[in-house]
């Protein structure tokens, strides 16, 4: 073969073996980069952290890197797997922001960009129980034990068991808290759950204690205003219309003979809204209002947590106020009651304050969940000569034979220190005062729970030749009834 022949053949083979070759040299040296990881989950428990993803294409393995905080340099757990899922276990909780992950795949030595950081929080174990550690007045002690991941713990207390009234939560570090401002007397149920930043775990079982209050005085008037001169008519005789005047000249003089006696609540009748007694006793508040019947309480020692009124007789339009009052400094809580029931006596008109008497009992136990002491005070149209059976056959002061069948007594009759008892507390407009002790107004107490440390009924008189006598003009047809009273006793 001539010498330029060979030499072209060799040349060819040379070229063509390059261009077979060449290719596959080529794709193993720069093997495809795998898919970055698109879809991924996590799942956590108390103490673990389980993270999934899909296996993307051209990915053969996977590096999963967990820190506390994205910034930092390493990881705390880290791991190369082939699978598409891993578990890191005995974990513990990082304030809230527990830990931050990311998966990157790989395909030999090629990788894809890593995800972005995610998120991750322990959850929570339910709340432990608790117990209750010490408390009186207005605050309650509690502890508990520890709860799996809570970096602190949310204490809640409120006055039913389903936390929807006076509902009080604490923030606590450490496994105790006290919880204030409640109300002593009351009955308080209590419930704790671990917290880890925005992680919330169940509430624990709940915990019942009532708080004991602390005794408090609180002096309590009940007062017939015959405000807008309800007590006044075209028939009324010419001597009372001088001796009770209207009520703009009665208003000052009412105020000072109550006010006398330094009371802290007031509950009125015939005070309607015109009567307006409030502007005439500065550091009260009015309370609970309904047909004239008005309960006042000193704002600087009490506040009102609830309160309303009750119809006890539709047909004659009888009513009654209450409200729940609170002692600012002592927290105890009582019921103050004004009530003021169906005039006129004999065995007809008993029977009906009888029915409104028990509806009153009935109503106000309704609101009175906790059993704290309830204070009545009103005009009750009825007393010891209702039972006069040769004046009133059948007659039986109602009001007082009903509160005796529930453990409540006439706040007169549970002290020796009075001052007027002898006195008629409805006067009347005479000048000469009414000496049988016959007291259509009272404020009737628990036999238990409240102690009477003085009863008495302010009025003014002045003396004359033929003895002491009420000075005019009167301020009411009625005196005002006063108790000075110890609350919530053993």
Known sequence: MPTSLLRRVLVALALTSTLLVAPATSAQAAPAKPAKVSKITAKTTTTTLTIRWKRPKRAT?????????????????????????????????????????????????????ATKWKRANLRVAKGTANRVVGGRGDRLGYQWSPTTSATSYQLQVATDRGFTTGVHTVGRKKTAGTVTGLNGGMTYFARVRGVNGSVKGAWGPVSTAKLAPTPVRATVA?????????????????????????????????????????????VTQESATKTAFHTALPGFTRGAYKSAKTIYFRSSRFTALDGGWITLDSETKRYATWNLLRDRQAGTAFIVVDAHLEPLKGVAKDDRRRKQTQRLISRISAVNPHGLPVVWGGDWNSNASNANQSNYPGGYDAPRREFERHGVVDALTRTTDRLNAELNSANAGVPTPKANGHHVDGIYVPRSGVTVESWLMPANFTDTPTGRQYATPFPSDHNPVVAKLVLATP
């Open 222 to 266: 009940t007062y017939n205003l015959c405000g807008e001169d309800r007590c006044r008519s075209a028939d009324s005789p010419a001597w009372f219309l001088r001796y009770v005047p209207k009520w703009t000249v009665r208003k000052p003089l009412a105020a000072a003979v109550v006010r006398s006696a330094d009371p802290d609540v007031i």
């Open 61 to 113: 393995s996977f590096a999963v890197c967990v820190k506390t905080d994205p910034g930092a340099k390493r990881c705390v757990r880290s791991v190369r797997t082939r699978k598409t899922s891993v578990t890191f276990k005995k974990l513990k909780p990082n304030s809230g922001h527990d830990f931050y992950y990311r998966v990157r795949s790989y395909r030999g030595k090629k990788h894809s960009a």
